[in-house]
């Protein structure tokens, strides 16, 4: 799977992981809107046209769920990265690809493959 030319939404409250990701998938060809706070990635979310997403579970103390089924809504395949491992999530996202901090790129462009072969 090609990253090329794809708009990726990161939803990613820790700078570091969020410039990291970023910087990995830019050397994928991806063109990536970050967003640090739940507010941020709802107006990207209504406001730009979006390929993939990459959400962590945890931002700033919310679960970003609410992002996960605005997303689900506008059929954007989007995949959770998180810091606590095999997270429990709602039911309706049991099925969502989840990769574990720390990942490779390897890892989110699989995840995202099978979001995207999943929707």
């Known amino acids: ?15 570091i992981i969020g410039l990291a990701l970023e910087d990995m998938l830019g050397r994928e060809g991806a063109s990536v809107l970050h967003a640090s706070r739940i507010e941020e990635a709802d107006g990207i979310i209504s406001s730009e046209r979006l390929d993939y997403a ?8 919310t679960l970003s769920y609410s ?7 506008r059929g954007i395949p989007f995949i959770f990265a998180t810091g ?9 996202f049991v099925t969502v690809p989840t990769v ?3 990942y490779s ?10 979001s995207a072969a999943s929707g």
């Open 84 to 92: 606590y491992g095999d997270r429990s999530h709602p039911a309706e």
């Open 67 to 73: 992002v996960a089924t605005s997303l689900a809504h």
């Open 100 to 102: 574990a901090k720390p």
């Open 1 to 15: 799977m090609s990253l090329d030319g794809a708009t990726i939404l990161i939803l990613e409250d820790e700078p």
């Open 54 to 61: 990459v959400l962590d579970v945890n931002v700033h103390g």
């Open 105 to 114: 790129s390897q890892d989110i462009r699989s995840a995202l493959e099978r």
